[in-house]
Every structure is written in C-alpha cells, then in structure tokens.
C-alpha cells in the first residue's frame, strides 16, 4: 500500500517563532514530539522513521513538528527555553485543531509532553512516553546559549558536537 504524502504547514508560536509541523493519514490523531535534532523533510525519507510513519499513519492522523531551531522552523533571532518549546507544542494543537488525541513522545520530547499534558489533560487520552528522560544534564544545565552557537555553522550534527564538548563533563 503506498503512503500518502505528508502535508507541511506552518503555525506561529505565541512568540512569533515560525514552526513547521507535517501531518499524515487518517483516523484518530496522534502528536508525535521527537528528539530535538529532526527534519519534518528527512525524516520522511529516513531509514529509520519511514516505517514508524508508514504504520502509523494506516489508522491514525499523524501530526509531528520541528522543534524551533532545528529542521524547517525558524532559527534565527529565536528564543530557546522549556516554556517556548510548550508554547510551541500547543500553537501546533491549536494550529491542527485537534481534539483529544494520543500524544507520543520520545527522547527530549517527553519534557515537552508532560508539560503539555499536565497543562491540558483535557486535550491528551494518552500519554506515551519512548525512550524519554524527564530531568537530566540537558534539562539541569543551561545548555542553550551552547545550542545557540553550535547552530552558527547551521550543521545540526556539528551544532551537538560543538554544544556538548563545551558543556563539558556529563
């Protein structure tokens, strides 16, 4: 069965940051909140995510997002802090005017994904978390003016090695 293309739109967050979100399939929606590192164009082509979203999207809406600072959402003259990346998460809900829904989170998504849910349990049926952490060096350090320079060279690979060798020790 061939999948169907995913449709990327645009919302902005209640900053003014520009976000990229995709959704795909039919069905019940599903918000699927990544790792930070993504590309809504690459990850549909990748090894790795296309048979995730191949299956499911079969029965679901599938509606995942590029964090600010990464893929196709703004990175220039942005704001990095846990609270904008919630406001993010909730202008994509509001932009995809979804109701209650299964939220999917994985990795640094799971932060995002608690804050979201505690803050609207209304809107979330279900909460799984994938391979998440909810407290850590990332979250216990301020790690997003080294982010911030790591993204100079626009090379999201080189923007980790960069942030992680000047944050020094784990």
Request: glycine share 8%; charged share 20%.
């Amino acid at each position: 069965m061939a999948q169907a293309a995913q449709q990327i739109r645009f919302c902005a967050s209640r900053d003014g940051a520009r976000i990229a979100y995709a959704t795909c399939g039919k069905g019940p929606a599903i918000v699927w909140i990544g790792h930070w590192i993504r590309h809504l164009k690459f990850d549909w082509d990748s090894l790795v995510w296309r048979p995730w979203l191949s299956m499911l999207t079969r029965d679901h809406s599938v509606i995942r997002y590029d964090w600010r600072g990464c893929g196709l959402s703004d990175r220039d003259g942005i704001e990095f802090s846990a609270e904008k990346y919630v406001q993010d998460c909730e202008a994509v809900v509001e932009a995809a005017q979804l109701k209650p829904f299964v939220m999917i989170a994985m990795a640094s998504g799971a932060t995002v994904a608690i804050a979201y849910a505690a803050r609207h349990p209304d809107q979330v049926s279900h909460l799984v978390l994938w391979g998440s952490q909810t407290c850590g060096w990332l979250i216990r350090r301020p790690v997003w003016a080294f982010l911030r320079r790591g993204w100079e060279t626009y090379q999201p690979g080189v923007g980790w090695l960069v942030s992680w060798e000047l944050s020094g020790s784990v």
